[in-house]
């Protein structure tokens, strides 16, 4: 046990140096500072919601409380009417209302965590179908390579918000997923690749096997869609979900691309062949040499997407085929504030604080992200990092 | 030559992918949504079940899909209920509104972020580099929707300089009213010429002035990044050195030198530029309501009541992707003749 602890000290040790180098590096970089500050303060936000703003209705955090319905928006500081949010212990508008009364203040601070949930989980997704889908792609190379990088060409083909935008709309409500017949495709997956283990095939046609044994199986299923269903649960997908599903499935082809570039980049390297020689599987290969080795820059720069992803979601908001209405949502509260820019020749900036401030809220978030990018792209580009 | 025509040819295969990917997407709905894909007339919206039962929308993938390449083949991709119309002829009908405001946006883009590249590289970490970075990494945040919001607020409703929407009232009169009006391309600015009423080009450049703004602002980050980084490298190189020494002037050797051969990696950049116009697009047009195929898209989508537009959408990604397509392949026979490289390689 001692033993194994030293092991695994001794193996992340290079990656921890590396680490405190790349913290080093930040430290010195004005830019990132201030992306850093941007970055934690809105953490500090999405962590501290419910202290900041305490939910009215704790049950549904997330919906921003009514204070009736007028259509007007008020301004910062006006005071709160309905006796009943005024029982949970709201006095006043802190940032005004935009119209049908959603209070600015509580939609701009959950906003925050709607987007880290969306920014995090799309990142999440996207990652893990592009880290399985790039190292088979980069690892193999042949086939399955060229077959995959056609399809991310054609997904790359669309404009990220257009595919996304089709995506939303055509998602059920509710997903019916036949669980019966995924249980048999996976099973008959896994014997046909057994099957290859037996004949002696190598790595890359047992899986060539299994995937064609899987698509036999799906094919035939498709082909006779009116046959009755084993056993369906219905997946019940809100509005947001269906924005996530969106991004992830627009996003992932992106990252099987890079994540295939660093993967050929070290593939030949002494060590992998050595791997190789000593008769590691394809599997320990992946997992223990090559991927430790080409995926930390991806996977940082892919987290500091976040930013990028929030703003998509925020536009599909914007486009109103994002959150529902009345969830807190930057995007949202911004496409509210669409009717208020101009209010008359006297005083046309009266509702000024309906698009301005959920629209700072946004702009700082995202540029705290794209701020800490830029300085990572330096930090990380190998060939810039130790001058 | 040969390099053109094999690179024609492979686009190919990418537009089928794309066409196979719409029809992916057109498998997510039911039978009932997918018919609105082929209904093109009221009377047809009121029977539904023998859409579905003509166009064997209850029938395997295969069936379905020859069906609909047929379909897709003749031009048919559907009634659009928001635009009024079958889908082709609404595209047709928008497009030239969303040209004009994309075909001003790319030169100034590329030419400004060209030029504010090469400025923040010449002058690496000095003030023009910093303002310029700084200013450009606030752009690229930005989200488009937003500053399209603030600059109606701003330049209109607090200044008054530059309306948004696609025409004023004078013009909207003149060209519909009117009946003087000829539509030479649909393009404002060079109809009201070709019209003879130099006034109506004027009306429509000073529409356009905010909305070419936002794109702009918000595209421009991409060429100034790379512009940047790609001079930085070519004044590194070594025939930089030597121009200098043989007593070339410094705009002389940034100019002839250094800047042309920066300049090739930007040009790959134009075509995610262009994927980034027409996502642009869709919501600078749904911000200054510019009547063009981005709105219209926008609208399908969400705008138009509870139930979506399915024909208009998919209508615009499949145009989306075919354009986004056909500009790559514009910029890499571009791409090959600039770097002699590629073309015989």
Redesign the interface.
């Given at each position: 046990m001692r033993y194994r602890l030293r092991e695994f000290k001794a193996g992340i040790r290079p990656t921890l140096d590396e680490l405190k180098f790349t913290l080093k590096k930040i430290r010195k970089s004005p830019?990132s500072i201030v992306g850093t500050v941007i970055v934690a303060f809105y953490i500090t936000i999405a962590v501290f919601a419910p202290v900041l703003a305490p939910p009215t209705d704790p049950r549904n955090p997330y919906s921003i409380f009514h204070d009736g319905y007028g259509p007007t928006p008020r301004p910062p500081g006006s005071p709160v009417n309905d006796p009943f949010i005024l029982s949970t212990g709201w006095t006043v508008h802190f940032l005004g209302t935009v119209e049908g009364q959603l209070d600015i203040y509580y939609g701009c601070i959950w906003g925050t965590r709607t987007a880290f949930r969306i920014g995090v989980i799309v990142v999440a997704i996207a990652l893990t179908i592009g880290l399985l889908t790039g190292s088979l792609a980069g690892y193999y190379g042949g086939t399955i390579d060229e077959f995959l990088m056609?399809?991310t060409?054609?997904?790359l083909?669309?404009?990220?918000?257009?595919?996304a935008?089709?995506?939303?709309?055509?998602?059920?409500r509710t997903w019916p997923i036949d669980l019966g017949f995924l249980g048999l495709a996976i099973m008959i997956f896994f014997v046909l690749v057994f099957l290859g283990r037996f004949l002696k095939l190598q790595g890359i046609w047992t899986f060539m096997l299994g995937l064609l044994g899987l698509a036999t199986v799906v094919l035939s299923y498709?082909?006779?869609?009116?046959t009755p269903p084993i056993y369906i649960i219905k997946l019940g997908l809100t509005n947001l979900d269906k924005v996530l599903i969106a991004l992830a499935l627009v996003g992932w082809p992106g990252y099987t691309r890079v994540i295939r570039g660093e993967i050929l980049r070290v593939r030949n390297e002494d060590y992998v062949e050595a791997a190789k020689a000593v008769g590691c599987s394809d599997f320990r290969v992946i997992t223990k040499h090559i991927l430790p080795n080409a995926i930390y820059s991806v996977v940082i720069m892919a987290s500091l997407d976040i930013?990028a992803i929030v703003?998509t979601a925020?536009?599909l908001s914007?486009?109103?085929?994002g959150a529902p209405v009345g969830y807190a949502d930057w995007?949202q509260m911004?496409?509210f504030?669409?009717n208020w820019?101009?209010?008359g020749i006297e005083n046309?900036?009266q509702y000024?604080y309906t698009?301005?401030i959920p629209?700072v809220f946004?702009?700082t978030f995202?540029?705290g992200w794209?701020?800490l990018g830029?300085a990572f792209r330096d930090i990380l580009d190998p060939t810039l990092r130790r001058r | 030559m040969q390099f053109i025509i094999r690179r024609t040819l492979l686009i190919i295969p990418t537009l089928l992918g794309v066409i196979l990917l719409v029809f992916a997407v057109t498998q997510m709905f039911t039978p009932e949504q997918r018919a609105t894909l082929y209904i093109t007339s009221e009377r047809q919206m009121r029977n539904v079940d023998e859409v579905i039962r003509q166009y064997h929308l209850r029938d395997p993938i295969f069936v379905q899909f020859a069906g609909w390449m047929t379909q897709l083949l003749q031009g048919n991709l559907g009634y659009s209920r928001t635009g009024g119309g079958p889908v082709l002829q609404v595209l047709l009908r928008k497009i030239p509104a969303t040209f004009e405001l994309v075909i001003l946006s790319i030169p100034i883009t590329i030419l400004l972020g060209i030029y504010l590249g090469v400025k923040s590289a010449v002058n690496r970490d000095k003030a023009v580099d910093h303002v310029t970075r700084t200013v450009s990494i606030i752009g690229w945040s930005l989200p488009t929707f937003w500053l399209g919001i603030m600059l109606i607020a701003i330049f209109f409703s607090g200044l008054g300089w530059f309306p948004p929407e696609r025409m004023g009232t004078a013009t909207f009169n003149y060209i519909y009213l009117s009946g003087n009006w000829h539509h030479y391309t649909g393009l404002l600015t060079i109809d009201g010429l070709l019209n003879g009423q130099p006034w109506i080009t004027l009306d429509a450049l000073r529409h356009l002035v905010l909305p070419t703004a936002t794109l702009v602002t918000v595209q421009i980050a991409l060429i100034v990044r790379v512009m940047r980084s790609s001079m930085l490298e070519a004044l590194g190189k070594g025939y930089i050195t030597a121009a200098r020494a043989k007593g070339l002037s410094k705009t002389e050797v940034i100019n002839k030198h250094a800047r042309r051969n920066a300049l090739i990696p930007t040009l790959t950049l134009s075509g995610l530029l262009i994927a980034g116009l027409i996502t642009g697009v869709v919501i600078t047009e749904t911000v200054f309501n510019i009547d063009g195929v981005g709105r219209w898209a926008a609208v399908a989508a969400g705008g138009g009541g509870n139930v979506p537009d399915i024909p208009a959408v998919l209508g615009f990604a499949l145009m989306t992707g075919c354009v986004y397509v056909i500009a790559n392949l514009a910029v890499d026979i571009l791409y090959a003749y600039v770097d002699p490289r590629i073309r015989l390689g």
């Open positions: 830019l056609r399809f060409d054609i997904v083909a669309f404009p990220g918000l257009i595919l935008m089709a995506l939303v709309i055509a998602l059920p498709v082909w006779a869609l009116g930013g703003l925020a536009a914007f486009l109103g085929i995007g911004i496409s504030a669409r820019i101009w209010a046309p900036w000024w698009f301005t629209g946004i702009f995202v540029l794209n701020l830029d | -």
